[in-house]
């Protein structure tokens, strides 16, 4: 079965998490992290093993894995970011794209996903969802489920050079529609929350604001 392109909000059935959003601003801290372009064989070879680690991973978790391939797919390049969780600051690896979506030549939709992750086998992954009004934070390990609406901003800017998608690296099942255009882009993000489980568990989370690499991927939406 092919598992079909769709919004992030209700993405690619059951490999993607279906995120609500709301929006506040905040400020902090500044640290520039720019990724470089990415090369096919790095990028292949980060999407079949995030895509074999998520056939065994938590519900979430897989999403989350399945969110990085698809973003590795698209073109975009993994650079670094500072993120603080609790009262330890650690530097996560990113990759984030701007999701345009394209109605008759005119952009009518768009939201910037960034996914984070730290380890080999990416045992904690945050993802952000920034919307035009608002943003979303999730953070996941093989066995925890943490997030919340946050407080968050992100400013684009200089748009510059071409991208290449690698969908020849996707898995069996993952449907990517084409792009009508791909550029490089930086984007200044920052975010701050607390994270809960919906439980009594909570966890303080901080995205200091620093400059990181995207990509801007400009689409048709379509279903196969």
């Known amino acids: 079965m092919t598992v079909p392109f769709v919004r992030h909000r209700v993405r690619r059935g059951v490999r993607r998490v ?24 790095h990028n292949a070879r980060l999407i079949a093993h995030f895509d ?11 999403a989350q894995l399945s969110d990085i391939v698809i973003e590795l797919a698209e073109g975009a390049a993994v650079g670094h970011v500072n993120i603080e969780l609790g ?15 394209d109605d008759a030549g005119t952009p009518v939709d768009s939201d910037l996903i960034v996914s984070a992750w730290r380890g080999a086998d990416a045992d904690t992954i945050v993802s952000l969802q920034y919307a035009r009004d608002s943003v979303f934070a999730q953070l996941t390990t093989p066995d925890s489920v943490f997030s919340a609406t946050v407080a968050g901003a992100a400013t684009p800017s200089d ?7 690698f969908t020849s690296a996707l898995p069996p099942g993952i449907f990517i529609p084409p792009a009508l255009s ?17 439980g009594a568990a909570s966890v303080d989370f901080t ?3 620093q400059t990181i690499a995207a990509i801007r991927y400009e689409f048709n939406e379509q279903v196969p």
């Open 52 to 62: 074999s680690l998520s056939q065994t991973a938590s519900p979430e978790h897989a």
């Open 18 to 41: 279906c995120w609500a959003v709301g929006l506040a601003a905040a400020a902090t801290a500044c640290v520039d992290s720019l990724s470089t372009a990415p090369t096919t064989s």
């Open 182 to 198: 791909c550029r490089f882009e930086k984007v200044g993000v920052l975010a701050t929350g607390t994270l809960t489980d919906n």
């Open 87 to 101: 009262t330890g600051v650690a530097t996560y690896s990113v990759v984030a794209r701007y999701e345009i979506v």
């Open 159 to 165: 748009l510059h050079g071409a991208c290449a998608s």
């Open 207 to 209: 995205l200091p604001g």
